[in-house]
């Protein structure tokens, strides 16, 4: 099937800095991408959808300027987590359904996990 | 205010016995509905779905009956593996096209040999 790659698979950071969690198709194209948090014990909660050339659309409460989005390509979208603070600290994983196909068949990826000490 | 819930967060059963998972909705706009299954360390996989036009679909071991008047989902696999250990999630969304699904928390299935 389909393969969705993310990375870092996890990462630690110190609070006040940036880091970026890239999400590939790597074997088909998706012009949109979907970013999700998972908390411990919590649902996938929508953050985003990714459009590759456009801006992205960002779900109720979610901060544009903290959760920076860029689809740069087809097989690409980056997720940049700004001055990240402690309470940042989730499980973020990315879906994307191949182009033209419906949503309810987007594949995941295996998910970044963020600590922000 | 959670939409879709999965009350059990946990559950075990033998291993060739049944096991039956939860969901229950509160949106009526819902009308397609998904179970994913997710191991440690891996994004979530898609299991089975049913549209709000049927009451039941089966797949090989997994079969997904739905209950629209009571807001209500199962999937029943039958019979258990180890292999089925994981986490389930139940999600919805209002169209078949539709991107806002909305996930459950998902409950922990451990299948015991």
């Known amino acids: 099937g389909a393969v969705v790659s993310q990375h870092p698979s996890r990462v630690i950071c110190k609070s006040g800095t940036s880091v970026k969690i890239e999400c590939r198709s790597l074997?088909?194209?998706?012009?949109?991408m979907f970013w999700y948090r998972q908390f411990p014990k919590q649902s996938l909660m929508l953050m985003a959808t990714?459009?590759?050339?456009?801006?992205?659309?960002?779900e109720q409460g979610v901060e544009k300027d903290k959760f920076l989005i860029n689809h740069a390509s087809l097989t690409l979208s980056t997720l940049t987590v700004t001055s990240a603070h402690p309470e940042d600290s989730s499980f973020y994983i990315c879906?994307?359904?191949?182009?033209?196909?419906?949503?309810?068949?987007?594949?995941f990826g295996p998910g970044t996990r963020l600590t922000v000490l | 205010d959670q939409q879709v819930k999965q009350n059990s967060p946990s559950l075990s059963v033998q291993e060739g016995r049944i096991s039956i998972l939860n969901c229950d909705y509160t949106n009526s706009m819902f009308d397609y509905f998904l179970w994913y299954k997710k191991y440690p360390a891996e994004g979530p996989t898609f299991l089975i779905s049913?549209?709000?036009?049927?009451d039941k679909n089966e797949d090989g071991r997994f079969t997904v009956f739905l209950n629209k008047s009571a807001k209500h989902l199962s999937l029943h696999i039958v019979p258990s593996q180890p292999g089925d250990s994981a986490v389930y999630f139940c999600?919805?969304?209002?169209?078949?096209?539709?991107?806002?699904?909305?996930f459950g928390p998902g409950t922990r299935l451990s299948v015991l040999p």
């Open positions: 879906s994307a359904p191949p182009s033209g196909r419906p949503y309810n068949e987007q594949f």
């Open positions: 999600a919805a969304s209002s169209d078949n096209y539709g991107q806002n699904f909305v």
């Open positions: 049913i549209s709000s036009i049927k």
């Open positions: 074997d088909f194209q998706a012009t949109t």
């Open positions: 990714s459009n590759e050339g456009s801006k992205a659309t960002y």
